[in-house]
Structure formats: C-alpha cells, structure tokens
C-alpha cells in the first residue's frame, strides 16, 4: 500500500512534480541547460531573500555541508551542535583533516548565542557551522540571535544549516549575514533527494581561494567559477531530471507566495503542537520548537513501532525517535506541500489506533 509521507524526509512529493522528472533530456552543456541553470538560481535567491550566488550539488546536504566546512576553514572550526547532524558536521571536519571543536548542547537545548559570543571571542577561529532546524529533536534554534553575535567577528565565515527549514520557513541570508546556506531536495521544498543547494557569498569564495587541498568534485571554488564563466554551466554532469523538477516546483511556490507557504507551515505546527501537548508531550521547549517537524515524548509508553506498522496499513507513516531517542520519542513531520487536512487526517487515525478520546 501506497504511504503518505509525515516523516523527516524524503517527504511526500507531489505527483506532477514526479512527472516533472521524465522531460526529455537536454545537453548539460547547451544553452537550454544554461538558462534551466539561471532561472532555477534566480529563484532561489528569492527564496532566500539574498544577491548571493547559488550552487547545486548532485549530492545530499551532507555533500555541501562537508565542502563549506572543507573548503573555507583555513585555520579552525567551530562547530555547534543540537544534535546528530549537528556532530555530522564536526565528523565530516576532523575526517577532512580540518582542525576543529565541537560545541554541543544538551539534548533537546539550542546553541546558546552567549556561548557562541564566548568561542568566536577567542579568536581561534575563522568559520563557525550552526544547524537551523535539528529533526533528530524537533529543535530550531533562534538563528537572528545568534548571528548577532556571529556579525561582530568579520573575520568568521558563518555557515548554516537549514537542510530541514528552508522552503517552510523564512531564511533571510543576505539579512542574517550568512555565508553559506545550505538545503536540499528532499524537505521542506517538497523535492525527490538528490540535490543540494546552497547560497555562496563571495567572501566565503574569496576565503576558499586561500585554501589548499578543498578537493575536487566539491571545490566551491570550482562550483563558483563554473557558474561564472561558463553562463551557468558545472563543471560536472548535473542531475538534470531533478533540476527541471526543482524549476517546476519554484514556480509554485512562487504562485503560492512565501508568505503564504511561511504561514502554512506554521499553522501545521502549532495544530500538531496543541494535539501532542493534550495527548503527550512536546519534546522541545515550544519557543524554540521546530515549524516543519515536531518531537513528541512518548509519555503513553507506546510501541513507536507497532504503531507505524498500523499507520502503514491505513496509508500512513510517521517516524521514531532518532539514536538515543527510538521509542522514547516518535517524530510527526509537516512539510513541503502537505496541508492542515492533511495533519488532521493523520492525527485522527493515531488516536483511533491507540483509543485516544
């Protein structure tokens, strides 16, 4: 039986952008994937309300998230973490022989801006990574804090991700002095996986240009002059099915309006928020609770997994909780194009599995 998709990712994924995927292929070194190339990037800078460059990566997020870290880190890293893909970045550093530190908040906490003023004022390092939206904790830490204490070191290259939040809630890079923003296909903007995208300041580019060994297919700076001197051009095979799905779907969310998909994301999560909060428990602390996923504490003592065995024979799947967290906690992601109907249908199901009145 067919599922409809409420976990982390991969979302639930419309049928015509699906259909989007089969259009014919064009040569990746015409002037038809040019102009794909551009107007997808044109988009996006919309999207993240920013003039910087945008690159794509036929890869996860994780690829990009390794290349910022890799690329732009020229003495020391800091690394902030809220969780697993918090430490994934810190992994992905020390395996690339870049020196840094892991900052890690408790379980289920933010990264306290405090404690980032309080690194960066050692003066020990040149980039900082800060994850937006953790789904292993359902956690969004309070980005415009902390990049008010990032701003006052010019010298930190300031990367971000927001693999989980962008495309379901408001990401102002040029605003939030961010260098590097990073996302993928396969969340909020409602995508197959396969893609990652990131927004690029030229700083970040000027950085990388000082470092050495920032590897090949991951080279921004590489990624960077392709796009600039061969008219929107990479200099690897790109994955055109997906591009041409990812224009498809940055024209409706265009036609949707930002504000209008910003708001409906919201909506999901505070409806969702409320029915865990009378059956469960949130597993965050509601000011910093994430918008696109929410992390309820299995209070019932409920088996996370017989009961996404019984969701899926009515068409339905949520998700356990992440490492430490399986059946402690079980995760109900909300968004990319899933709608208030949508949560409510589900929700409605859970309590007539578990006799919840």
């Not at 070191?153 to 693999?163: E, Q």
């Not at 300041?201 to 470092?211: D, I, L, P, T």
């Not at 696109?292 to 949520?318: C, H, Y």
């Amino acid at each position: 039986m067919r599922k409809k998709l409420f976990i982390p990712g991969p979302v639930e994924v419309k049928q015509e952008i699906l259909n989007k995927m089969a259009t014919p292929m064009i040569g990746h070194r015409s002037k038809e994937a040019s102009k794909l190339q551009r107007d997808i990037s044109d988009k996006l800078r919309k999207l993240f309300y920013t003039e910087n460059e945008i690159l794509l990566s036929t890869s996860s997020g994780s690829g990009l998230m390794e290349a910022a870290v890799r690329c732009c880190t020229k003495n020391r890293a800091a690394v902030f973490s809220i969780g697993s893909f918090g430490d994934r970045w810190h992994e992905m550093a020390r395996s690339n022989g870049i020196e840094a530190d892991l900052f890690k908040s408790e379980t289920g906490g933010i990264t306290e801006p405090e404690i980032v003023d309080e690194v960066l004022s050692t003066g020990k390092y040149d980039l900082i990574t800060v994850t937006h939206n953790e789904t292993s904790t359902g956690v969004m830490n309070p980005l415009e804090e902390i990049s008010n204490v990032v701003r006052k070191y010019p010298d930190v290259i300031f990367c971000v991700d927001t693999v989980s939040s962008a495309g379901g809630v408001k990401v102002e890079v040029d605003k939030l002095k961010i260098d590097i923003c990073i996302t993928s296909s396969q969340k909020a903007l409602g995508l197959p996986p396969g893609l990652s995208i990131c927004t690029v300041s030229e700083r970040a580019v000027e950085k990388a240009r000082g470092v050495k060994n920032r590897g090949y297919y991951l080279d921004l700076v590489s990624l960077y002059d392709a796009i600039k001197k061969k008219d929107y051009q990479y200099p690897s095979t790109p994955n055109l099915s997906l591009m041409f799905a990812l224009d498809y779907q940055l024209d409706r969310i265009m036609q949707e309006g930002l504000d209008n998909r910003f708001k409906r994301h919201q909506e999901m999560a505070e409806y969702t928020r409320e029915w865990a909060k009378r059956n469960f428990e949130l597993f965050a602390e509601e000011k910093y609770a994430s918008v696109t996923l929410t992390t309820i504490k299995n209070t019932r003592g409920t088996s996370v997994k017989d009961l996404n065995e019984e969701l899926g024979k009515k068409g339905f799947a949520i998700s356990n909780g992440y490492g430490e967290l399986k059946e402690k906690t079980f995760r109900i992601a909300h968004m990319a194009d899933l709608d208030l109907n949508d949560l409510k249908e589900l929700l409605t199901v859970i309590e007539e599995i578990l006799s919840i009145s």
